[in-house]
């Protein structure tokens, strides 16, 4: 058993549950899956297929707010063109780390480096999707963003039974432990 001892485990658990907390509020918790995480101070390259700069704009102003927290820094634009990243179904070698779309049913995202992991996904498929808001944004579209990049940075729901928060929106069938 590599096992913390009990009051450390507390400890640890408690400090994730307070990042968490600071994250998202009181009302959802994550837990942080450790072996999903990436390096520390590491440069996350987000790239969007489909919607608009402007949607791509106010999805990069909202998940910012994750770099205020976490020591990780997510990319948006090439510095190069000032573009926004985009990726396309042909790209290969895992180029973005979190490919967006639009354009399949439900809000969800994989875990962490899940987005990276050949075990997992491909290259040329998305990683996150925000169904519908590039036709119309919900009124809640901006913690929807927030908490599918919580995911994307390694939180997971603490509760993962049928009945969590997120269940229907979340792909568990891809995320094997
Ligand atoms: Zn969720």
Redesign the pocket.
Known sequence: MDALPDELQQAVDEHERAVAGALRGPN?EFVISKGKRWTRGQTVVVAFRGGSDELYGRIAATASEWMRHGNIRLEFKDPQTSAFYQWSLADRGFTTQIRVSFDQTG???LIGTDSVNAAITRSGTASMNFGGFAQRLPQDWSATVL??F??ALGF??EHQHPT???EA??RWVLVPE
């Open positions: 959802l809000y969800w995202s908490h599918e919580g995911h997971q729901h969590g928060v997120c929106e979340f």
